[in-house]
């Protein structure tokens, strides 16, 4: 585990405890602290040192009078750099701590990871400091180590400094870091499976009320969702809907708005026009308050561009020549009433369209891969939006499951594209026979219709099947498991990124 951590710091603290002239003392660890944060790492140094973590995303160790310190960064790069580039920004990242930044000396230690050496020089409030880097590249994750003291002290703090660093490790984060908030104390939770079909399972308070599961209405097309209920009564929260098809755009005469299109096999989508992700909420908010609920009232609508573009670049990457993949996301919190009792709620919802040209019009389908939220009473709502997050994060898909799915989808696929394309000509008889990347598009399809999607390993090769849904994906070494972020936060530091395709 933290491979990439361990082999990194090796290196750079053999070379430069081993640079000619300089001290080769053994540091003995006796009285120093042992740090264990929260956030993930663990690390050790002499009394009276600080430990601070930046907003930045780098870690800090410090001496009392904060001018010899240590400093560790892993960073995620969205554009492809060398080490040495990375070298050469040190004082764009590092703006106020390294004022007058120069490299003395630079070395390449090897190639695959990327990883240089440096010594450089720099010059904070009139005094002279002098410090080593290290930064190690792996695609696109990288690590950064730098010790740094006063110039005319840096020989005689070096090796305090290279101690520290090499007593430092990552560790498991405690439950409440990375973004995650705290679990409400009083509630349980256990595991739930999916009753039907054991494709998924998730923790859900034990007591509550919980039905769902997925559903298969055609075998390229199952929808997953789950409903709890608080034993009180008091909170409803939902992840999905099975009643929600997938739709097909308006594109033809013979199928108007709000009529069935069938491709055949049991695949039916609705035909209808696009709604953003802000405009799916509300509608469908409405569409399930009405005869339950009075007096609903919106009090936000909020579109959610921020992450809708990091969705879209992702979709960006992986398009297919032809066609055309956008995401929308949006949310609403709500007021109504059930009875007397004021109640309040909040649904997510991301919207995405598959189009491609017909030659007289566009052509395409949308569906709902996201939408979640709840209904509460006014003093259980912080209740259900930690119950709400919590479910989220615990959700895990059955890889025996989805390993058949991969069967009855190669089975099944060809068939419904057949019946698509014959369908298709009614509008352009020729736009099919124009395309030369139909399978990957039929692949797409399918994997749309059971909510999975296919990752490689860019240095490897090797492919992978996995749950659709996120804007990253990544592998952890030396196995097949398979892991998805909304960020692109590397889930541990061993795990390498992968891309759709």
């Known amino acids: ?41 663990t690390v050790r140094h002499p009394a009276g040192w600080k430990v601070e973590t930046s907003p930045n995303g780098f870690i800090q160790i410090s001496n009392p009078e904060m001018r010899s310190f240590v400093i560790v960064l ?13 070298l050469d920004k040190l004082d764009k990242i590092f703006p106020t701590m390294f004022p007058k930044y120069h490299i003395e000396q630079f070395k390449q230690i090897r190639e695959k990871p990327d990883e240089g050496s440096a010594t450089f020089s720099y010059e904070r409030k009139g005094e002279a400091g002098k410090a080593n880097v290290l930064c190690s590249i792996a695609d696109h994750s990288g690590m950064m180590y730098i010790i740094a003291a006063p ?19 990552f560790t498991e984060p405690s439950q409440t870091m990375a973004g995650k908030k705290p679990d409400d104390p009083k509630i349980k939770y256990v595991r739930w499976s999916d009753p039907r079909e054991n494709a998924f399972s998730l923790e859900v308070p034990e007591g509550w009320q919980v039905q769902g599961g997925l559903y298969r209405f055609a075998s390229v097309d199952v ?50 026009h696009y709604l953003t992700g802000v405009e799916f909420a509300k509608e469908y ?49 709500f007021t109504c009433r059930s009875g007397q009792q004021k109640l309040c709620g909040y649904y997510f919802a991301g919207t995405t369209s598959v189009t491609y040209p017909t030659g007289l019009s566009s052509g395409g389908i949308w569906h709902v891969p996201n ?10 709502v912080q209740t259900a939006q930690l119950v709400l997050d919590h479910g989220i994060q615990s959700v895990q898909i059955n890889p025996q499951w989805f390993a058949m799915q991969q069967g009855i989808t190669a089975n099944t696929s060809n068939i419904v594209s057949r019946t698509h394309q014959e369908i298709s000509n009614v509008i352009n008889e020729s736009y099919w026979t124009r395309q030369a ?25 090797e492919k992978f099947k996995a749950a659709s849904g996120h804007n990253y994906y990544w592998r952890k070494a030396y196995t097949d498991a398979v892991i998805g972020t909304n960020t692109y936060d590397r889930p541990d530091i061993d795990f390498t990124p992968l891309q759709e395709w």
């Open 74 to 86: 892993p960073f995620i790069s969205q554009e492809r750099q060398s080490a040495r580039d990375s």
């Open 437 to 461: 990347s139909n399978d990957d598009r039929m692949r797409n399809w399918s994997n749309m219709m059971l909510g999975q999607t296919d990752v490689v390993d860019p240095e490897s090769g």
């Open 285 to 333: 908010v409405k569409k399930k308050a009405e005869g339950v609920y009075s007096d609903l009232t919106f009090t936000e609508t909020k579109d959610r561009p921020d992450v809708a573009q990091t969705l879209n670049t992702l979709n960006t990457q992986s398009a297919v020549t032809g066609v055309s993949v956008q995401t929308s996301v949006g949310e609403v919190a």
């Open 223 to 272: 929808r997953s969702c789950v409903a709890l209920v608080s034993p009180d009564g008091q909170i409803r929260i939902t992840g999905g809907d099975a009643e929600v098809p997938t739709f097909s755009i308006p594109f033809s005469p013979l199928f108007p708005e709000g009529s069935w299109y069938s491709p055949g096999y049991g695949v039916n989508m609705l035909v209808m």
């Open 151 to 169: 110039k005319d002290r840096f020989a005689k703090e070096k090796p305090v400094l290279l101690g520290v660093l090499d007593s430092f490790s």
């Open 1 to 41: 585990m933290h491979f990439f951590l361990s082999i990194g710091i090796i290196p750079f603290v053999m070379a430069i405890s081993s640079q000619k002239g300089e001290s080769d003392k053994k540091m003995s660890y006796g009285n120093w602290i042992q740090h264990k944060n929260p956030v993930g790492f």
């Open 371 to 380: 939408l979640h939220g709840y209904t509460a009473a006014e003093d259980q």
